[in-house]
């Protein structure tokens, strides 16, 4: 039986290009095929009861952790003329998603969508290596999230409130990539090393940095892109006697224009990063690192609540910097049960119009494998951002998994 690790990661994004794209075995359903073809269909539902205490509030939810119901349908094609396709259609669905637009709008029955279509892509694979075209989890810091023990569980919660997914150690040890249209090639592999470049829709986060009200916040952001945004990672992965090794460096680069802002200022807005990490397992113990810095990221790629990665005043605009890292060590005991904890941070300077940030993230847990098919999870968090003012937020939460 496969780890539930390579299970939800493969659902989560089917590592974007990585082991010919296919989902394990076990973790899916297979619908059926004929000449080669085959369907399969697989997915997660999982549900947490969490109890917080943010100083001023206390908050009992049930809600996702960090990952909503993922609902996974694959197509691998016949070989033919050395040439494999797949593609892949993924959309989470979120339980809680719907009551904040429920209960924050007028009337009785206000909705909100709570359907998200995470990945649409294809990949053409052959001995050249493999071609993807679509939507999936990008490049940049896409390791550092999968290798991450809060993915399966809730880390931190956005708020004392409830309702959607929680965050995980988003903006408390990495940026989040999440998911983006993009061409991608991956080299094969060569001895354990691998090769991913790609071309990536270009942001316009202008729009997103103006929060506020009419009157604190005058005004509209305007920007354009005339190149796309490029991502890169370099992976190898590695065995040895009793363990393995995986190692990760990533790389992103954007440029855009602000054509316009609140505070009138126009001028280029460079958003660069890098990213390097590491995994070693061996006798059921394992450890992970992982170092990010650059500029004009902030904690979604480019835009964050706390803290924005640039911003413009009334004679230009200017780029954060932005840095952070997370440790996390596990030891899992008789291939069921994993007991881990980490911590993890991420700063960004100040810019023109925004103070800088600083936010950290402790975390400890217990992830049980009762079957192959249910895991359950119980987690403690401790939590701080200067700038949000929550300070020492502790959160408790137990749940788990169903899986097919």
């Known amino acids: 039986m496969k780890s539930y690790t390579t299970k939800i990661a493969t659902t989560l994004s089917s590592l974007a290009l990585v082991a010919a794209f296919s989902m394990p075995a076990n973790a899916a359903v297979v619908l059926g095929g004929a000449d080669g073809w085959e369907v399969s ?47 892949q259609i993924t959309f989470a669905v979120d339980s809680s998603a719907e009551k904040g637009g429920r209960l924050n709008k007028s ?13 649409v892509f294809f990949n053409v694979s052959g001995d050249f290596g493999t071609i993807s075209a679509g939507r999936t989890l990008a490049l940049f810091g896409r390791q550092a999230i999968l290798q991450d023990i809060t993915l399966f569980g809730v880390g931190y919660l956005v708020g004392p409130d409830g309702g959607g997914t929680t965050l995980g150690r988003i903006g408390a040890g ?16 060569m001895n354990g090393f691998q090769l991913s470049v790609g071309i990536f829709d270009p942001q316009e986060p202008g729009g997103l940095l103006c929060s506020g009200s009419a009157s604190t916040c005058p ?65 059921g113990f394992s450890m992970t690192g992982q170092y990010y810095d650059g500029e004009a990221l902030g904690v979604i790629l480019f835009s964050s609540g706390g803290g924005f990665g640039f911003n413009c005043d009334a004679t230009g605009c200017g780029e954060a910097d932005n840095d952070g890292f997370y440790v996390q060590a596990s030891y899992t005991f008789n291939g069921t049960t994993k007991i881990g904890g980490g911590y993890g941070e991420s700063r960004q300077d100040a810019d023109m119009m925004n103070p800088g940030w600083e ?18 999870v119980a987690e403690y968090g401790n939590y701080s951002h200067d700038i949000l003012g929550h300070d020492d937020v502790d959160t408790f939460s137990i749940g788990g998994f169903l899986l097919w």
Do not use: C
């Not at 940026?175 to 249209?181: H, S």
């Open 174 to 189: 990495y940026v989040y990539p999440d998911f983006r249209t993009r061409f991608v090639y991956q080299t094969p592999d």
């Open 219 to 283: 005004g509209t952001w305007a920007s354009e892109t005339d190149t796309p945004q490029f991502q890169a990672e370099a992976t190898f992965n590695s065995a040895f006697e009793g363990g393995s090794f995986s190692g990760w460096a990533g790389f992103l680069w954007q440029e855009q224009e602000i054509t316009a802002s609140p505070a009138g200022g126009t001028g280029d807005v460079e958003s660069v990063g890098w990213n390097v990490g590491a995994t070693v397992s061996a006798q």
């Open 41 to 87: 269909y697989g997915g997660f539902i999982n549900l947490f009861y969490t109890q917080s205490d943010f100083g001023s509030e206390d908050s009992a939810h049930l809600q996702e952790g960090l990952l909503p119901s993922f609902h996974t349908m694959v197509v691998k094609t016949p070989e033919v003329n050395g040439l494999t396709g797949t593609g």
């Open 359 to 376: 936010s950290d993230l402790w975390t400890v847990g217990v992830y049980h494998d009762v079957t192959s098919w249910l895991k359950v």
């Open 107 to 119: 009337g009785l029955f206000g909705t909100t969508s709570n359907i998200d279509m995470r990945e």
